[in-house]
């Protein structure tokens, strides 16, 4: 498929602003790179969705990585959430032939709004002041993880926006939440893309035009997390964004 030059400089355009928010909370960004390829006209299931894991697990890795430097990533809390997550992508990505691309639309709007309030509740609380025990940790990242990796796979998504929410849930406080997801996410979006790849459905040219935009957002987002910004209008600005786009998505079915 060839696109016109102006769609392609848009999408990079697009990618690199999306990828700088989503970084700053450990996400990939795949609830908005994959409307952008779909309302740019693109397949959904043949390039939207695997390329949006991959655009996830390159922004997550990055930031990971970051944060690592930083010493912000809980590898051995978050090491049973990311085994999870990167056995039952592929599983996800396998279920994409059988489920209609209308329900995949209105699935994906339904989390994005889903996250999108659950962080808004988050944005009105203080840092957590005592982390959950290591059993209760292990046991609820590993079914949420497993969870979160399935989903990755079916819709392109990721599973960061699941995974973010658990981690504060659990008394991480925002920063040690957004670098372990960043770990844990890292896992199941390259886990999904390569069951997407094996299915046969990936654009490669896209792909390589779209990762220079992701790879610079995410490390400048990174940055900005770690050292400038308030988690709190973070999370409100997630929040507001996520809710905009599923009301996008949905109103695009409806109408």
Same mark, same amino acid.
């Given at each position: ?12 355009? #697009?990618?690199?602003?999306?990828s700088?928010?989503?970084?700053? %909370? ?19 299931? &043949?390039?939207?969705? *695997? ?9 997550? !890795? ?5 944060y ?6 809980? /590898?051995?809390?978050?090491? +049973? ?15 994409v032939?059988y489920? +209609? ?5 209105? %699935?994906f ?5 889903? &996250?999108g !309030? ?9 840092? +957590? ?7 209760r ?12 990796? /399935?989903?990755?796979g ?10 973010? *929410?658990?981690?504060m849930?659990l ?5 040690n939440?957004?670098?372990?997801? &960043? /770990? ?5 979006? /390259? ?39 308030? *988690?709190?209008?973070?999370?409100t600005?997630?929040?507001?964004? !996520? ?5 996008? #998505? ?6």
């Amino acid at each position: 498929m060839t696109l016109p030059l102006e769609t392609y400089a848009l999408a990079t355009g #697009l990618i690199f602003v999306v990828s700088i928010l989503f970084s700053m %909370l450990g996400l990939g960004g795949g609830m908005l790179y994959v409307p952008i390829f779909k309302w740019l006209g693109l397949p959904l299931k &043949a390039v939207a969705i *695997p390329l949006g894991l991959l655009l996830n697990g390159v922004t997550t !890795l990055s930031a990971f990585i970051r944060y690592a430097r930083e010493g912000l990533v809980d /590898f051995r809390g978050g090491l +049973p959430a990311a085994a999870a997550g990167l056995i039952l992508a592929p599983v996800g990505a396998h279920m994409v032939r059988y489920v +209609p691309q209308e329900t995949l639309i209105v %699935l994906f709007a339904l989390a994005v709004s889903i &996250a999108g !309030l659950r962080t808004l509740a988050q944005s009105r609380k203080g840092e +957590p002041k005592a982390l959950a025990g290591k059993g209760r940790r292990t046991l609820i990242g590993t079914l949420v993880g497993g969870g979160a990796g /399935f989903i990755a796979g079916l819709l392109g998504v990721g599973g960061g926006f699941i995974i973010a *929410p658990m981690l504060m849930e659990l008394g991480y406080p925002t920063k040690n939440a957004a670098a372990t997801t &960043a /770990f844990i996410v890292t896992f199941s979006s /390259f886990s999904g893309f390569l069951g997407h790849m094996a299915e046969g459905r990936f654009d490669l040219l896209l792909g390589g035009l779209a990762l220079m935009a992701v790879i610079a957002g995410s490390q400048l987002g990174a940055w900005f997390m770690s050292n400038k910004a308030r *988690p709190s209008w973070v999370k409100t600005l997630y929040g507001v964004v !996520l809710l905009a786009v599923a009301v996008k #998505l949905l109103y695009g079915i409806l109408a």
